[in-house]
């Protein structure tokens, strides 16, 4: 009957520390700011004037002047030039 007992509250026991969410205390701790709210915009606007944010995902800007080649010359230009395939990049002419 001990041993069934004990076998019991092991198996209690440990299926209650299972399901500790914090068990190192990491939701107690809180985070203190060091600016206010309207320095951290002032901050925001005055560094999205400057360029100074990325832009996507990637960071990269989207083209903004049109093509000055027409659709036909990039075709040609895509037929003449060496793509290269597969993981040794061996180039072919197409």
């Known amino acids: 009957m001990k041993r069934v007992l004990i076998l019991a509250s092991l198996l209690v026991s440990s299926s209650v520390f299972a ?3 914090d068990p190192f205390g ?6 203190v700011s060091s600016a206010s709210r ?18 996507g995902e ?5 083209i ?9 010359e990039v075709a ?5 030039t060496a793509h290269s395939y597969g993981e040794l990049g061996q180039a072919s002419v197409e």
Do not use: M, N, Y
């Not at 309207?38 to 832009?55: M, R, Y």
């Not at 040609?76 to 003449?80: I, K, L, P, S, Y």
């Open 76 to 80: 040609a230009e895509a037929r003449t």
């Open 19 to 21: 399901h500790d969410v």
């Open 58 to 62: 990637l960071g990269v800007k989207p």
């Open 26 to 31: 990491f939701e107690k701790q809180h985070f």
């Open 38 to 55: 309207s320095e951290v915009v002032a901050d925001l606007k005055l560094a999205q004037q400057q360029g100074q944010l990325p832009i």
């Open 64 to 72: 903004s002047e049109p093509s000055s080649k027409t659709r036909a």
